[in-house]
């Protein structure tokens, strides 16, 4: 018999309350890492049991050998009369228990019982940081950039590293070790590190969350975001609508001199965000989606198909359509809509060059420098 701690159920007690691991648990942790190391001290074969005494602490260590007529293995085997030495009510077929003299085991026992404990509870923190993020995919998340990897942003938040990788970085932004960083968690999945967080700054859904932080309307349902698009560190483009017809969803979003929306500018680094207010009347819809553009006329061409031809002044051409069609491809997204962008005089054209055709659909031109067709994103399978 061996005493390897007189404290181990006040510990065990603790470490129950703090990390919720059972202390039932623990001891039969303990026991069996016991019985791997006295069987590696001892250089035993044979079948070990170990029990520890929770009130005591005290070590005992058995060997259990099976009850039969003839041994062919000593250190598994005993016969029938020298089974009865030791439990005069054993039968042949069934095992005896025989203490083992652990005398010499007592420091390697103790460093066995730390060593499973901190084992466990390093398991336990584990388990406990993938529950807590596996929670908060689709949530901010404030920390600091720690070390860059590989072009990854390795993020310290509090008592666990995150990562964003090159992909879910903006190309524009660029930070450096001991920068604040605002991201959101994109994805948690369990390694052998216990949790490996992913964070992004390009989703648009990033965007929504920052805007559901600052607009009060958006977090009591007053004020809802109907659709966002995004083209990172570029432009946004969010379509809100009010379920409350006294508060303006636009003006609630920008707030007042556009202290609410600012702070969202500041945060993406001065990436240009276009609220528009949501209308059913896909006309209307589409107007407001090509903002900042003054839109001359909207020609529905397939209300089914959801095709539709604008029509822009030559002076607004360039911003309806936007920077490499930047404008015209997120109006489409956020509509859902397929977008033709003509001028007055390329749909005058047109229609002169093919007045002898009857009952025919206007066409998506494939050229033309200031003619632009934009499709909705299609969804993803």
């Known amino acids: 018999m061996t005493k390897f701690t007189s404290d181990l159920l006040p510990v065990l007690e603790q470490i129950e309350r703090d990390k919720g691991v059972k202390t039932q648990e623990l001891i039969q942790m303990i026991e069996g890492a016991l019985v791997s190391a006295f069987r590696k001290h001892s250089n035993f074969k044979g079948n070990l049991e170990a029990v520890v005494d929770l009130e005591t602490g005290m070590l005992e ?13 000593s250190s598994l085997e005993l016969t029938v009369d020298a089974a009865k030495k030791y439990d005069p009510k054993v039968e042949l077929g069934g095992t005896v228990k025989l203490k083992v003299d652990t005398t010499d085991f007592s420091r390697i026992a103790a460093q066995t019982a730390k060593q499973v404990i901190l084992q466990k509870i390093r398991e336990v923190e584990k388990s406990n940081v993938y529950q807590e993020y596996k929670g908060r995919e689709e949530q901010l998340v404030n920390g600091f950039i720690h070390r860059i990897v590989s072009g ?10 995150a990562i964003i990788p090159p992909k879910e970085q903006v190309m524009r932004e660029k930070f450096k070790n001991g920068d604040r960083i605002r991201a959101m968690v994109l994805k948690v999945d369990k390694d052998q590190k216990g949790a490996r967080i992913l964070l992004t700054r390009c989703s648009p859904v990033f965007v929504k969350l920052l805007f559901e932080q600052e607009v009060p309307e958006l977090a009591d349902k007053t004020v809802e975001i109907v659709e966002i698009v995004r083209e990172p560190g570029e432009r946004t483009k969010l379509a809100v609508i009010s379920h409350n017809k006294k508060v303006d969803p636009v003006g609630a979003c920008v707030g007042v001199k556009g202290s609410r929306v600012k702070p969202i500018i500041d945060e993406l680094h001065g990436e240009r965000i276009d609220l528009i207010a949501w209308n059913d009347d896909p006309v209307k819809n589409i107007t407001s989606a090509l903002s900042p553009a003054k839109i001359e006329k909207v020609i529905i061409l397939d209300e089914v198909g959801k095709r539709a031809e604008v029509i822009v002044s030559e002076d607004q051409l360039s ?16 509509t859902k809509w397929h977008l033709d962008i003509k001028s007055p005089e390329e749909k005058k054209k047109e229609i002169e060059g093919k007045i002898e055709k009857k009952d025919v659909v206007p066409a998506v031109a494939e050229t033309g420098a200031s003619e632009v067709s934009a499709e909705p994103e299609k969804p993803k399978e």
């Open 152 to 161: 990854s942003y390795v993020v310290e938040l509090g008592k666990v590293e």
């Open 319 to 334: 911003l309806a359509i936007g920077k490499k069609g930047q404008n015209v491809m997120l109006a489409a997204k956020l």
């Open 61 to 73: 260590a058995y060997m259990i050998k099976t009850v039969v007529e003839k041994v062919v293995d």
